[in-house]
């Protein structure tokens, strides 16, 4: 089991920055693939950023590359995204999520693949 507790959300101006964390309970936090997902009002659901169990191998939507950053610290159980750049269409409740298994790829990007889920933490982005 395990159990994933999102932080760092907030109002933030076009073209700043935030930090989400994500806190994860579980002894096996460092077998697990990770991920960041979003979800605005009226769309569906979408993987952001995905992180092998290693943080050796990533995933980006093209919406977050070269903007957002994803990490993850073993030893901590955490898991972070940094979002820069910020516009308003990054506006979304985010979500963390957990996974077991072993990708070929090292990550999962669908919904579907992922057991487990935070309560999800609030990003505006508004002038």
């Known amino acids: 089991q395990v159990q994933l507790v999102e932080s760092g959300g907030g109002l933030v101006q076009p073209g700043g920055s935030l930090r989400l964390s994500c806190k994860a309970s579980?002894?096996?936090?460092?077998?697990?693939?990770m991920a960041w997902f979003r979800q605005a009002p009226g769309n569906e659901r979408e993987c952001v950023a995905a992180?092998?169990?290693?943080?050796?191998?990533?995933y980006y939507a093209d919406s977050a590359k070269g903007r957002f950053t994803i990490s993850r610290d073993n030893a901590k159980n955490m898991v972070y995204l940094q979002m820069n750049s910020l516009k308003p269409e990054d506006t979304a409740v985010y979500y963390c999520a957990a996974a077991s298994g072993s990708p070929t790829s090292g990550y999962y990007t669908r919904e579907y693949e992922y057991r487990y889920w935070g309560q999800g933490t609030q990003v505006t982005v508004s002038s």
């Open positions: 579980g002894r096996t936090f460092n077998r697990n693939v």
């Open positions: 992180i092998d169990w290693s943080g050796g191998r990533t």
